[in-house]
């Protein structure tokens, strides 16, 4: 039977005292380390909880590893001989094969890294990417893209990626991706957390490799803005009482990620905040390809219709609802109330 991997933590004590063990390798390519910071701010487990009481052995981690120069050579080539086993290789940033396919723009332990990833992801037991430029490519893979990046089974929304359309690990999963810029810390380690105690496979992953329990609702979901949403009232940048959907694209109401039910810091989100959802985990992310006046800012047909209406919805069923809610007036009360 299929679970949701909460329920793991509705166990966690009784997971704390059982014992299990994941070597995990974490490599970055063309990365900026945001994943890598938002790990380590991980608060439920903690980074040294995952080691301590969760069994996760870090064979190197770029940031926090102690091994330089040849000692890591010497770990890759352990672990590609088999004298190490890797179970989880954890990569994060894009996949650099630039300049023309040689990979050479990104080398890494004396080759390019994608001849490591090629030979290390075949002898991986499960290959988590983590963050956008692992997954899809994100914003090194915006046309013209010059460092050929992609991400490791998907470009943008097309699967294949680096690895290739009917790559699966020893473990015998594809790639599973945790999309974000960055990811939510509580969506790594509770993946790895599922890894490591052997209850991965009862993690229900959607079509863009996506595990569900993160993935399934949208940002907007718990947002704080909903009923202005409804009821069509502009907001904008930090001022409360409108929803921000309408002028400043916010991406919320076709964006598949738990923000706004799992909050950033157990504090808030950038809707709660009243910052505009930017769709950081959608396969689209950067949406218009960071087109010049694209970002934080609504795209509209003939100046008024959105081009994008919520997942789900026809536009003319949409565009109908709004036109009806824009001149009902309870959107001056709530404008009122909400100041
Ligand atoms: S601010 Fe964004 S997420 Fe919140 S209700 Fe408006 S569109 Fe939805
Ligand atoms: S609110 Fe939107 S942009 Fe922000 S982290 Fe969540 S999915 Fe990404």
């Known amino acids: 039977m299929k ?4 329920l793991l933590f509705s166990n966690l004590n009784l997971i704390k005292t059982q014992h299990f063990m994941a070597n995990v390798l974490w490599l970055q390519g063309g990365a900026c380390s945001g994943n890598t910071m938002s790990f380590l701010n991980a608060e439920e487990p903690t980074v040294v909880e995952l080691i301590t009481d969760f069994g996760l052995n870090i064979l190197w981690h770029p940031t926090t590893g102690l091994q330089i120069g040849d ?3 010497d770990l890759l080539k352990d672990i590609l001989a088999g004298k190490v086993q890797m179970d989880i290789l954890v990569y994060e940033g894009s996949l650099i094969k630039g300049p023309n396919n040689t990979g050479t723009m990104n080398y890494f332990a004396d080759r ?12 991986a037991g499960y290959v988590v990417a983590i963050g956008d430029c692992a997954t899809w490519g994100g914003i090194p893979a915006v046309a013209p893209n010059p460092s050929e990046s992609t991400g490791l089974q998907f470009h943008k929304k097309n699967k294949g990626g680096f690895l290739g359309h009917d790559y699966v690990s020893k ?8 999309p974000g810029c960055p990811a939510h810390p509580d969506w790594i380690t509770q993946i790895l957390v599922a890894i490591s105690v052997g209850r991965i496979g009862d993690v229900l992953i959607d079509e863009f490799h996506r595990p569900k329990t993160f993935f399934t609702d949208f940002v907007q979901d718990g947002c704080t803005n909903v009923t202005n949403f409804a009821q069509k009232v502009d907001g904008n940048f930090g001022k409360r009482g409108g929803c921000l959907f309408y002028e400043v694209g916010c991406r919320g109401p076709m964006t598949r990620a738990s923000c706004n039910n799992i909050l950033w810091n157990r504090q808030s989100s950038k809707t709660r905040s009243n910052h505009p959802c930017l769709g950081c985990t959608e396969p689209g992310f950067p949406h218009n390809d960071l087109m010049k006046g694209s ?26 609802e709004a036109g009806f809610q824009k001149v009902m007036p309870t959107n001056k009360r709530v404008t009122e109330t909400s100041k």
């Open 3 to 6: 679970i949701e991997i909460f």
């Open 112 to 123: 390019p890294m994608m001849d490591w990833i090629k030979e290390l992801s075949k002898v």
């Open 171 to 178: 473990g015998g999963l594809p790639v599973i991706n945790i």
């Open 71 to 73: 000692q890591v050579q």
């Open 295 to 320: 970002v934080f800012k609504t795209m509209k047909h003939l100046g008024v219709f959105p081009k994008e209406v919520p997942t789900g919805r026809t536009k003319l069923a949409y565009y109908m």
